[in-house]
């Protein structure tokens, strides 16, 4: 069974950073497709960076912000993200390719960019 914690979350005024992180069971995160995917409010779940061979694929409103790395000890993937600003704002998932084939979504964890 796959679940999915993702936390790290928190308020940060513009131009701030934070490291979010998503624990995976029942799934590997050394594989590509594992992807970040923030909620804002009253929006559609966006992708904005997943796992490619040799690195991570990002959007081009995240490139040079953002940075996935992963803990394959921890079965763990990481998303930094620097120079944060007020349309970061939402809720974070992260999921993988078997998390998405079954439906299965964390709870997520809330960023809030705001002065």
């Known amino acids: 069974q796959v679940q999915l914690v993702e936390s790290g979350g928190g308020l940060v005024r513009p131009g701030g950073s934070l490291t979010l992180s998503c624990a995976v069971s029942g799934t590997s995160v050394k594989i590509n497709g594992v992807g970040w995917y923030p909620q804002a409010p009253g929006k559609q779940r966006d992708l904005v960076a997943i796992?490619?061979?040799?690195?991570?694929d990002y959007a081009e409103s995240v490139k040079g912000r953002f940075a996935v790395s992963r803990d394959d000890a921890k079965n763990t993937i990481y998303l930094r993200m620097n120079n944060l600003r007020p349309e970061d704002t939402g809720v974070y998932y992260c999921n993988t390719p078997a998390g998405r084939a079954l439906g299965v979504w964390g709870q997520g964890t809330q960023v809030t960019v705001s002065s």
């Open positions: 796992t490619v061979s040799g690195g991570a």
